[in-house]
């Protein structure tokens, strides 16, 4: 059941450069989606959200762009720094629902 | 700032014994969930609960699983004769009010369950 889908598992980039990560989802019942970050022995730490009602969502250096027609979204990341290094999981949820739906996740590496 | 936290980080048992897993959620959040990561795959969700009873659960959480919240401050999972395959990261989180809007979930630092 793959409702959020993240097809690359990795992505390198430069300090200092742009973080595009991608997402997918299939279920159109969702009208919440989240950035999650993740530390190796951490749990997740929410990073940024957007509602369905909108199709840009910018904190500092995190922007969230929301395309439903194609349900895809991305998060970019700029400059993308080494501190940033860690695993993104996507995920998504219904009103009315508690239920978060994770996303396979995206190993990024920022190389100073 | 408020954090959540589990007890133990780690819990080693043997196939068919129970576990309590532990959970503080953050004093003013009213839903607390569970999740678990399965090395290498997707963190899943288990369970929501709020107001004192189980909101939603997925099709993993059996009948070898329990939530509780014995008293005002914790949250525990239990997992009744544990299998090979609940070796997992289990995470809990709770939130403010139900997910949506900017009400996110927290996170947990994880309990490692490793069952030989």
């Known amino acids: 059941d793959q409702q959020v889908k993240q097809n690359s598992p990795s992505l390198s980039v430069q300090e200092g450069r742009i973080s595009i990560l991608n997402c997918d989802y299939t279920n159109s019942m969702f009208d919440y989606f989240l950035w999650y970050k993740k530390y190796p022995a951490e749990g997740p730490t929410f990073l940024i959200s957007i509602s369905s009602i909108k199709d840009k969502n910018e904190d500092g250096r995190f922007t969230v762009f929301l395309n439903k027609s194609a349900k895809h979204l991305s998060l970019h990341i700029v400059p993308s720094q080494p501190g940033d290094s860690a695993v993104y999981f996507c995920a998504a949820s219904s009103g009315g629902y508690q239920k978060v739906t994770f996303g396979t996740g995206t190993k990024l590496q920022v190389i100073p | 700032e408020p954090e959540v936290t589990q007890t133990p980080s780690h819990q080693v048992t043997q196939m068919g014994q129970e576990v309590i897993l532990r959970c503080v959620p953050i004093?003013?959040?009213?839903?607390f969930y569970w999740y678990r990561q399965i090395l290498g795959q997707k963190v899943e969700f288990l369970v929501s609960f709020y107001n004192n009873e189980i909101s939603e659960k997925s099709e993993i959480f059996d009948d070898q699983f329990s939530v509780e919240r014995p008293d005002g401050s914790n949250f525990t999972l239990k997992i009744r004769s544990t299998k090979l395959e609940d070796s997992a990261m289990y995470f809990c989180?709770?939130?403010?009010?139900?997910?949506?809007?900017?009400?996110?979930?927290?996170f947990g630092p994880g309990t490692r369950l490793t069952v030989l």
């Open positions: 989180a709770s939130s403010e009010y139900e997910t949506s809007g900017d009400n996110e979930q927290f």
């Open positions: 004093s003013n959040h009213l839903y």
